[in-house]
């Protein structure tokens, strides 16, 4: 995720949230061997760095530990539920947007468009046991944990056709059923009319935005 410049950031900075992007094994910072460690069966090195970015953030004399939000889209909504799953105490709040949470029943299915790209950067786990094994270990919906999570909220599209908004769904009602019930519960909102992107249109972005930084910004205390 580049580093840009966003004018609807401005309305939570003008709040007084501090906006950080973690940058962990998607780009060449590190260079290429930094990516290639992060993917196939060294995956878990992206979320184990998430975490690590956390904890570094929460140590710092400009950062409140106790009201710390994360917010990640499909694959990046995957990361999102591998590390609340990892360490759900870090966080106040989660927003997943279009999650590819439930990846390995997506992955398993060759007839789905995406299934053979995406391979390349999970590994075959109908070929190779040792992927499917490795995978089971880390995705969200099979690892959920009987412990307190923070507010989370799936936001989805009913006609999104690269993460179906079946995964965020049957994530939200498993965390719902497994997850500690002194947890805040578990929220899914789904556009009942676009796609991957959300609906379409500037204005119908901006909204979406809106609600989505007035979820995190209620959950972390933001509320002026």
Known sequence: ???????????????????????????????????????????????????????????KPWADEARIG??????????????????????????????FVDALTTILDPE????????????????????????KSYTPYENIRPVRYPAIA?????????????????WIAALREQIDPSSPVPLLKIDMSGGHGGGSGRYTRWREMAWDYAFLMSNLGVTE
């Open 1 to 59: 995720m580049d580093p840009m410049f966003s004018i609807p950031m401005l309305s939570i900075l003008d709040r007084g949230v501090i906006y950080v992007i973690a940058h962990i094994r998607g780009g060449g910072e590190m260079g290429r061997s930094w990516y290639q460690n992060g993917k196939k069966l060294a995956k878990k090195n992206t979320f184990t760095d998430f975490v690590d970015v956390t904890s570094y953030i929460a140590a």
């Open 70 to 99: 994360c917010y990640g889209g499909s694959a990046g909504g995957l990361l999102m539920g591998a590390v609340l799953n990892l360490a759900p105490e870090k966080y106040a709040a989660c927003l997943a947007a279009v999650p």
């Open 112 to 135: 789905l468009p995406l299934s053979a790209m995406e391979w390349e950067e999970w590994g075959n786990p109908i070929e190779d046991p040792e992927v499917y094994a490795y995978m």
């Open 154 to 170: 799936a936001v989805t599209s009913l006609h999104d056709t690269r993460v179906l908004y079946v995964e965020p769904a049957k």
